[in-house]
């Protein structure tokens, strides 16, 4: 056969089959007003049964509500979801009213294909969730994403925040991270997108993927990497709202905001505790140092030497104490208190 007419089959098979790819995985779905996410389509996961949808001026939200007391909310990461506080939140919810909804564009919060993800929206909804909720104040742990609407709110609506905990947030303009921003163009090309779809769906390589966020790969379980995956891998629908999602996060305007946040940051004087993963070779302790020299109201940093980009799963007893500590006694700490040592605020009574 001439190597002409191999070259066409060969290109041939390949075009075949990279369109079946495409079409399975929804590449050809329209950004229009279908869900992405149905309300109540919520992942099997250890926090299923204790998610809820509330209703918010006419855009639901999905979260838990657990324990009594003062209440703490909780802001999770991308592209993650509530499930990565399954461990935190019911240690906290033994001295606080805990609430961690799933940001927009993660989770199981119900979203179209043509709403808006950003930063912003995430901002007005936690702020709409306080009102519903009748909360008008709040002690905050934000983490990498969530970490970043923390700091818009120190920004715009400053009065919502208590006490504050920033986990290796995505800040200043320091995000994307460099070693995700090669699978987030993976992710978001139309070309390749297909392959990652359907490469996602091994074990191997959702292992793969997701060990650049943790210092030890045992933390990664079946069961963590089922939720992790299931959220954007269970149709073709979620993953084309992975893909909307990821394309905000490459947009240099979008990624601004943080940057046009440090000037409030920089006034914010109401207690503020940096816990940081100290192995992240996403967001590294440099990031963690700056925060602390820039928030007038820090009282120092928190190393979790065994920990990497996800603490919270990594060190959850650790953690749960820390936070635990600190929202009761840290507003007795003078500011700009320096490095502190792991179990300061880690005593029960």
Known sequence: MPLWKIASSAIFVLALGWLILAYESGTFIPDDSRYAVAPGDFTPDALAAHKKLIDIG????????????????????????????????????????????????????????????????????????????????ARFIGHDHGGAIVQLLMQHDPARIDMAILTNVEAYDQWPSKPETEDLHL?????????????????????????????DPKVLTDATLDSFATEHLANALRWQ?????????????????TMD????????TKPVLIVWGEKDTN?????????????????????????AHLPML?????YSAIATGFFRDGARLPAASGVLAPDQFGHER
Not at 261 to 268: D, G
Not at 283 to 306: E, N, Y
Not at 314 to 318: F, T
Request: aromatic letters at 10%.
């Open 58 to 137: 006419g855009h639901k939200v999905a979260y838990i509500d657990m324990g009594r007391g003062e209440p703490v909310i909780l802001l999770h990461g991308c592209p993650f979801s509530v499930y990565e506080w399954h461990e935190v939140a019911p240690l906290l919810a033994k001295h606080f009213r805990v609430i961690a909804p799933d940001l927009i564009g993660l989770g199981d919060t119900p979203v179209r294909l043509n709403d808006d993800y950003r930063l912003p929206r995430d901002v007005q909804m936690v702020t709409d969730l306080m009102d519903r909720l009748g909360i008008r104040s």
């Open 187 to 215: 992710i978001t090309n139309r070309f390749t997108a297909p392959f990652m779809y359907f490469a996602m769906q091994s074990r191997w390589v959702q292992r793969d993927l997701y060990s650049i966020a943790v210092a």
């Open 241 to 257: 709202r992975l893909r909307r999602f990821f394309g905000w996060q490459l947009d240099p305007a979008h990624n601004r905001l």
């Open 261 to 268: 946040a440090v000037p409030a940051m920089r006034r914010f």
């Open 283 to 307: 967001f590294g302790p440099a990031i963690a140092t700056r925060l602390a020299q820039d928030i007038p109201g820090s009282r120092g940093i928190v190393w979790l030497k065994h920990s």
């Open 314 to 318: 990594e060190e959850p007893q650790r």
